[in-house]
């Protein structure tokens, strides 16, 4: 039977936090998710417009009629609103026996709205005294704890007084500690903090533990693992309205977010090139045994950061090829070392994409009329790295410059074909155009 991981707190109708970024989260993780709705709320990314608290008896329903059918092995708590709802959510916690409960005591939303009332502050610390896990920001482990925070040894404090409580510091150096049966973790965010307002990181965040829990992962990988998870999909944060932004938990983007105007340009150009390689029903003719690459510079670039790619490579699973990884500044050394070398010689020529090499492929690279060159790897110094020397050596001994270069491989090294381009949609276009020859003159490779 599925796993089933269920959701207790309100609905947010930006789709930003709450129940709705909570079901996203389990997705992620490949549990599936049910919930109880507790409020409803009439927000957008700006403010909370109203809200509405359900009536208990329909609250209390929704949980029977989950846990009575579904396969529910951990619960997390979101928007509670009252004291009534706290006292009862903790009887049906008890009821059910729920040992992998997440509390997320939501008090403020990111917009500066109460979510909850001050009158059930202490009923939420009864409801936090048996969680398995508690997960408040900095402002509401101060309330809980009634410790100030202003640094990481108070907001450790603060943890070990609340007890097994992971105090989440996304305003404070984006360290979060975990105060767990006597042993204190720091988590580091990989990307740092990001000066922008984020909604819903929080639900995502507990979310994410209670999905690892429900998969019996122990607390501290299950907060390790939350920790990268939102860190990822902050990296993608989307801009959906004017007010704050929401973290990409549904997979929409497969770049980063950056505010500079020209690196977005870049990054777009890649993330439009990727999805329209990948949605083309012969693109996995071109895929070589280590995968695809796609990398751009931005005008005027000299050197690898100035460069971006994805992060990991497009991939062939059956007929579909498959991203992985992210676009994003330095994503790829590879193919930037190509793009780089490439752009010495002539500096529109600022992307490149490498595909597979075989007999048809070059074929159809002359039907289109591409100019070729070519290196030899067994020719290499032993001092160069190999992409640059091979594309300067292959763009020198060439007439014109180069739509593609291929080498014919090596020893340890698959025969390559890199096919440059003034931008990333370019190349794809590009090798798109070999693949509908392929298409035409041979079977299904």
Not at 36 to 51: P, R, S
Not at 356 to 385: H, L
């Amino acid at each position: 039977m599925q796993v089933t991981v269920l959701s207790i707190g309100g609905s947010d109708s930006s789709g930003g936090a709450g129940i709705q970024q909570d079901l996203k989260t389990f997705n992620s993780f490949r549990v599936h998710g049910a919930t109880a709705v507790t409020a409803v709320t009439a927000q957008n990314t700006q403010k909370i417009n109203d809200f509405l608290v359900l009536p208990l008896d329909m609250i209390e329903k929704q949980i029977d009629a989950v846990m009575q059918d579904l396969h529910v092995k951990a619960a997390k708590t979101g928007m509670l609103a009252n004291t009534e709802v706290i006292k009862l959510v903790k009887k049906k916690i008890r009821e059910y026996n729920i040992k992998n409960l997440v509390v997320d005591p939501v008090m403020v939303a990111t917009s500066g709205d109460a979510l909850l009332d001050e009158k059930a502050i202490d009923e939420m610390r009864k409801l936090v005294s048996v969680a398995r896990i508690t997960t408040p920001n900095i402002r509401e482990a101060e309330i809980l704890s009634r410790i100030k925070i202003k640094t990481i040894r108070d907001m450790q404090k603060a943890a070990d007084k609340l007890g097994n409580t992971v105090v989440k510091g996304g305003h404070l150096d984006a360290v979060d500690v975990l105060s767990y049966k006597g042993e204190v973790i720091c988590y580091r965010s990989r990307i740092g903090k990001r000066d922008v307002r984020l909604h819903g990181a929080g639900c995502a965040y507990s979310a994410a533990i209670a999905a690892s829990l429900a998969k019996e992962t122990g607390i501290l990988e299950a907060v390790a693992e939350a920790k990268k998870y939102v860190d990822a999909a902050i990296e993608k944060y989307l801009s959906v309205g004017h007010g704050s932004s929401l973290l990409d938990t549904g997979n929409i983007k497969l770049s980063e977010t950056v505010r500079d105007r020209q690196k977005k340009g870049v990054l777009d150009n890649i993330e439009k090139a990727v999805n329209g390689f990948i949605s083309h029903p012969e693109a996995c003719r071109l895929v070589p045994e280590v995968g695809c690459n796609i990398a751009m510079a931005l005008p005027g670039a000299m050197e690898l950061g100035e460069t971006a790619g994805l992060s990991g490579r497009l991939v062939k699973a059956e007929r579909q090829v498959i991203p992985t990884g992210l676009v994003k500044f330095r994503g790829s050394s590879h193919m930037a070392r190509v793009v780089l070398k490439a752009m010495e010689y002539d500096k529109e020529k600022r992307a490149a994409m490498n595909i597979k090499y075989g007999a048809e492929i070059m074929d159809a690279c002359r039907e289109q009329g591409y100019v070729i060159a070519s290196f030899d790897r067994t020719k290499e110094p032993p001092s160069r790295e190999t992409m640059e020397w091979g594309t300067s050596k292959a763009i020198e001994e060439s007439d014109e410059f180069p739509d593609v270069i291929f080498d014919e491989g090596g020893r340890g090294r698959e025969a390559m074909v890199r096919v440059l381009g003034c931008d990333a949609v370019d190349v794809k276009n590009k090798a798109l155009e070999i693949a509908g020859i392929l298409k035409q003159t041979t079977k299904f490779i």
